[in-house]
């Protein structure tokens, strides 16, 4: 099992920034990649970021260019910088950890809220 710890939400104004972390722990001798998803009000929850244990790096489009995805040394921490937020952005923002034979192993943290609003 993954233990996952998320930080870092809030309310902010379009155009500010926000960064969020999380902090993975138990079971986490082969991670395969970790992410953020997220799921806004009515719709589906989507990918935002992944950077894979190679450190390869996936970006929504709609987030590229903005967004910054990063992991410490231990590579058991996951952090995502988010600059210039939009409305749009707003979501519950979900911590995503993979770990065994190809990433078939999911763990999901409980998810912490960015609201962008003036």
């Known amino acids: 099992q993954v233990q996952l710890v998320e930080s870092g939400g809030g309310l902010v104004q379009p155009g500010g920034s926000l960064r969020l972390s999380c902090a993975a722990s138990?079971?986490?001798?082969?991670?395969?990649?970790m992410g953020w998803h997220r799921q806004g009000p009515g719709k589906q929850r989507e990918l935002v970021a992944v950077i894979f244990s190679g450190g390869r790096i996936v970006y929504a489009d709609s987030v590229k260019g903005r967004f910054a995805i990063s992991r410490d040394n231990t590579k058991t921490s996951v952090y995502l910088q988010m600059d210039s937020l939009k409305p749009e952005d707003t979501a519950l923002y979900y911590c995503?950890?993979?770990?065994?034979?190809?990433?078939?192993?999911?763990?999901w943290g409980q998810g912490t809220q960015v609201t962008v609003s003036s």
């Open positions: 995503n950890v993979r770990t065994g034979p190809l990433g078939m192993y999911y763990y």
């Open positions: 138990g079971s986490i001798e082969n991670i395969y990649a």
